[in-house]
């Protein structure tokens, strides 16, 4: 049976709610990709990756129950915040987030370096990204793009808020170095 909602976001969850089947899997079609994108943030692009989404959609269905309605874009954060909630556990069941390797040949900086962007696609920020040590991925992620203050991070991971802000400092200066390596390899070409 095909799905008859009408077209809406509203609708669609209406009709995820009420067991219907290909509602669902329009919502799984229409959310995969974005929602990929985030626990890839999180988990880099790994088999686990795979398996902690295929989880997220698992606790998806099963709780679309207590969703409710906020408007557009609503469903969308709701299903978001499920990933990066069950990548987190994951990093911390399997203690990734307390192995920051500093094999990183970085000099002590006394101003922070950002990293130089410009020019790059998403694709190649999200595979840059997906290079750093997952404590320096996770609290740059939860710091830059969930807004995340030090001391909400130290909540969430178990750290300090120090401890978050050396390994925000950290990974920007990693980031920033894989990215001029990127773009000097680049520009050889």
Known sequence: MMWGGGGSEQDLVRDVQRGDRSAMKLL??????????VCTRYLGGSDEAKDVLQDCFVKIFASIGSFKWRGDGSLRAWMARIVVNESLDFLRRSRQLGTVSY???????????EPDTEGLSPEVIQELLCRLPAGYRTVFNLYVLERKSHKEIAALLGISASTSASQLHRAKAVLAKEIRKFKSHDNGR
């Open 103 to 113: 094999e990183w040949d970085l000099p002590d900086v006394t101003e922070e370096e």
């Open 28 to 37: 799984y079609c229409r959310y995969a990709g974005c929602l990929t994108a």
